[in-house]
C-alpha cells in the first residue's frame, strides 16, 4: 500500500496523487525482483546490493523496494554521477554532459561542480514530486532509425533499431538504415578494429540500408549518409540548447562532457554548433553509467512543504523545520518565490538568517528571469533537505603517455571510438580523459558538416 504522506512530504495535491499512483503499482514489481536479486546475490557470495534512485544517490534496497517511484527515473542518473566525479578530477566546474547510447540522448548539466537537480521528473505523463536529477532527452541514438518524411526530408529516431535486430551493421538482421550505418559508410567506423563484445562491421549491409534510404531522397550515398548525421546533430544541439539558451545560460562557458557508446562520434561536432571549444571524453565513456552508479553515494532526501510568508519566516522558524539527526552530512534548500507567484524556485543554503537567504533569492531570481523585486514579500514554501553517505572511491582510468593528436583523426578508446575533426587537438589527462580542444576561437564542425 502507498499512502501519499509518506511517498511525498510537499503540497499540490495532483502531483502527490500521481506520485503515490505511480508509486503503488511500481512497488510492487521492483520489490519482487529485489529480492530476488539479493537472494541471488547472497547465494553467488556477493554483497547485498544497493540502488540508484532518480537523484543519482543510491540508497538500501528494502527502501527502493518500499518505495519503487523514487527508482523509475533512475536510468541516466548513474551518469550524473559520473559527471561530477569528472568534473573535480579534470578541474571543469561547469560541464554541459549529453550520454549517447543506442536509442537516445541524455542531457544533463554541472554547474559550479554539482549536478543540476529538479524537484520533480515525469513518466508517462505522469509527474513524479520526487528529487531528480534534471534531465532532457531526445531520441537520437546510434541505433536510432533514419527515415524520410512524406516530403522526402531526412528524419531520425525516435525509433530504434535496439541491440536486437540491431543496426545493419552489426549483421543482426537489421535492413533499416541507422546513424552507426550512416558512420559505417562514411569510414567513420570501420570493419578492421571489432566493436566492444567482438562485433565485426558489415559494410555491404550498411550500404546496402543507407542506399535504399538515398534512393527514396534522390541522394547520392555519401551525402544519405552526411545528411543522417546531420539530423542527429541537430536533433541533440537541441536538446543541448534547452538546458541552456533556453534557460538563459551561454554554453561557450562550458565544457562539453561526451560519454555513451555514441558520445564520442559527434562530440567535436555538437561542441562547435553551441561555440564551445573545449570537449572530455573518459577513457570509459561506453560505460560511464555504470561507473557512476558504482561511485554514487548514499543518500535520503527528505521534503515538507511548511508555507511561511513575510515576517514569519524567522531564524527560529527555519532551525525548527529541520528533519535530519545530529552529526548527519546534510544539505539544506529552500523553495522559495515571491508573493502571487505561483511556482518557486531553490536555493541551496544551510543559512537560518531571512535576510541572507532573501538575498539568495534575489540572486536566483535575478540570474533566472532577469529582475528582481526586493520589496516583494517572500514566499518559503518547501523546505528540502539530503542526508549524504560516504561514496566509494572509483578511478576513472590512467594518465596518457603526454602525446596529442591532431585532427582530422579517428581515436579508439576502451568501449568508445571519439571523432577529431580538422581544427581540433586532441591530448590524454593523468586520468585517462581525452581533452579535445579547438584550434580557433570557432570551433571547427565535424567533417560530415563541411562536406558537400
Known amino acids: 500500500m502507498s499512502l501519499s504522506h509518506e511517498a511525498v512530504g510537499t503540497f499540490r495535491e495532483y502531483e502527490r496523487a ?130 524520410a518524411d512524406a516530403g522526402g526530408a531526412l528524419r531520425v529516431g525516435p525509433r530504434s533499431a535496439g541491440a536486437v535486430p540491431g543496426p545493419a551493421a552489426y549483421g543482426g538482421g537489421g535492413t533499416e538504415p541507422t546513424v552507426t550505418d550512416a558512420h559505417v559508410v562514411l569510414g567513420v567506423l570501420t570493419p578492421d ?23 527514396a531522397t534522390g541522394l547520392e550515398l555519401l551525402a544519405c549518409a552526411r545528411g543522417i548525421l546531420r539530423v542527429a546533430d541537430a536533433e541533440m544541439a537541441r536538446a543541448l540548447r534547452v538546458m541552456t539558451v533556453e534557460r538563459g545560460v551561454d554554453p561557450r562557458g562550458f565544457a562539453l562532457l561526451a560519454y555513451g557508446g555514441a558520445g564520442g562520434l559527434h562530440a567535436a561536432g555538437l561542441a562547435a554548433r553551441l561555440g564551445i571549444g573545449r570537449v572530455l571524453v573518459p577513457r570509459a565513456g561506453g560505460v560511464l553509467s555504470a561507473l557512476g552508479l558504482a561511485a554514487a553515494e548514499r543518500r535520503t532526501d527528505v521534503a515538507r512543504t511548511v508555507l511561511l510568508r513575510g515576517d514569519a519566516i524567522t531564524p527560529e522558524a527555519l532551525a525548527g523545520t529541520t528533519v535530519a539527526r545530529a552529526g548527519e552530512r546534510i544539505e539544506r534548500a529552500y523553495d522559495l518565490r515571491y508573493a502571487g507567484q505561483a511556482f518557486e524556485l531553490t536555493v541551496r543554503s544551510g543559512t537560518t538568517d531571512p535576510a541572507v537567504l532573501r538575498r539568495a533569492f534575489d540572486a536566483a531570481h535575478r540570474e533566472r528571469y532577469g529582475f528582481d523585486d526586493p520589496d516583494a514579500v517572500l514566499e518559503l514554501v518547501t523546505v528540502r533537505e539530503t542526508v549524504r553517505g560516504d561514496a566509494p572511491t572509483v578511478t576513472l582510468g590512467s594518465g596518457g603517455d603526454g602525446t596529442t593528436t591532431a585532427g582530422p583523426a579517428v581515436v579508439r578508446l576502451d568501449g568508445a571510438t571519439v571523432v577529431v575533426p580538422r581544427g581540433w587537438t586532441a591530448g590524454t589527462d593523468d586520468h585517462g580523459t581525452l581533452h579535445l580542444v579547438a584550434d580557433d576561437a570557432v570551433p571547427a564542425p565535424a567533417p560530415w558538416e563541411d562536406e558537400a
Do not use: N
Open 18 to 147: 500521481a506520485t503515490t499512483e505511480v508509486d503503488a503499482a511500481v512497488s510492487p514489481l521492483v520489490g519482487r525482483y529485489l529480492r530476488r536479486l539479493a537472494e541471488r546475490c547472497a547465494e553467488a557470495g556477493l554483497p547485498r546490493p544497493q540502488v540508484l534512485q532518480s537523484s543519482g544517490g543510491v540508497c538500501a534496497l528494502e527502501v527502493a523496494a518500499a518505495r519503487g517511484a523514487t527508482t523509475v527515473l533512475s536510468g541516466p542518473a548513474g551518469g550524473a554521477a559520473a559527471a561530477a566525479i569528472v568534473s573535480k578530477t579534470t578541474d571543469e566546474p561547469d560541464l554541459l554532459c549529453f550520454d549517447m547510447g543506442g536509442t537516445s540522448c541524455d542531457v544533463l548539466v554541472v554547474a559550479g561542480g554539482r549536478v543540476r537537480e529538479t524537484g520533480g521528473g515525469a513518466i508517462g505523463g505522469r509527474p513524479i514530486a520526487l528529487p531528480t536529477v534534471d534531465i532532457h532527452t531526445v531520441g537520437a541514438g546510434g541505433g536510432s532509425i533514419a527515415w
Open 193 to 215: 578494429v571489432p566493436l566492444a563484445g567482438g562485433v565485426s562491421l558489415d559494410v555491404a549491409a550498411a550500404r546496402d540500408a543507407v542506399g535504399r534510404l538515398a534512393r
